[in-house]
């Protein structure tokens, strides 16, 4: 449980996004750097990134734990926008082989919330006499 100056909260998001057309570039150097560069954004964001992995080489989890302020579109949008512009500038030349529109990440994104309380228990604790 984190805490803030008027609350206390924890809020852990398991987040999904995947490469546009779902090629197959997150692999070898790009992926390093990837995932070099995700820790990166979190950590200069106050994000703590708690796991990241690339799968199958098109797609990437995240686990991040983000202030109860922060709005979870705006993690992603700056996420995928900085580590795409900055992913373009070092391997551009593989990249658009695959990527010829010049967009890394398809839109949209999952999320799921995740907690140490599942649900239930909670529904139980509200309802409790």
Not at 56 to 75: A, E, M, P, R, T
Not at 115 to 120: A, L, Q
Request: proline share 1%; charged share 25%.
């Amino acid at each position: 449980m984190e805490k803030a100056r008027t609350c206390a909260y924890q809020a852990n998001y398991h987040l999904i996004w995947a490469v546009k057309y779902r090629r197959n570039v997150l692999v070898g150097p790009i992926e390093v750097r990837l995932l070099e560069v995700l820790k990166s954004i979190a950590g200069n964001r106050g994000y703590r990134l708690l796991a990241v992995r690339v799968h199958d080489g098109c797609h990437v989890h995240l686990f991040v734990s983000v202030k109860s302020s922060v709005c979870i579109s705006d993690v992603v949008r700056v996420l995928k926008c900085n580590s795409a512009r900055l992913l373009f500038l070092e391997f551009a030349a593989e990249l658009k082989v695959c990527l010829w529109g010049g967009h890394l990440w398809s839109d949209g994104f999952a999320v799921r919330t995740a907690g140490e309380v599942t649900s239930e228990k909670i529904e139980q604790y509200i309802n409790k006499d």
